[in-house]
């Protein structure tokens, strides 16, 4: 950039400064989200909690069908995107 456009658009750079910080919240609100992490941890303590009794067959199963969704979501988003 020249220094007249630097002139000229400078009453913008709160604008591009908080546009900047934007991309980056949502940016690493996507990476938690997308984090297979958690839900592979939530998965195996499912499996605890079946195995030491504490939930029944059918919660089970209703719950792991719920994070395995979530994790063929986190795959299909990644894949997407390339990471």
Do not use: C, S
Not at 6 to 18: D, H, M, S
Not at 34 to 57: C, F, M, N, S, T
Not at 64 to 75: G, H, K, M, P, V
């Amino acid at each position: 950039m020249g220094l007249l456009t630097q002139i000229l658009t400078f009453p913008l750079a709160p604008v591009r400064g908080t546009l900047w910080v934007l991309e980056r919240v949502v940016e690493t609100a996507e990476n938690e989200y997308y984090d297979p992490a958690p839900v592979e941890r939530e998965l195996a303590d499912l499996e605890k909690a079946l195995l030491a009794g504490q939930i029944d067959e059918e919660t089970f199963d209703r719950r792991e069908d719920e994070l395995l969704d979530r994790l063929d979501e986190i795959t299909a988003h990644a894949r997407q995107t390339g990471q």
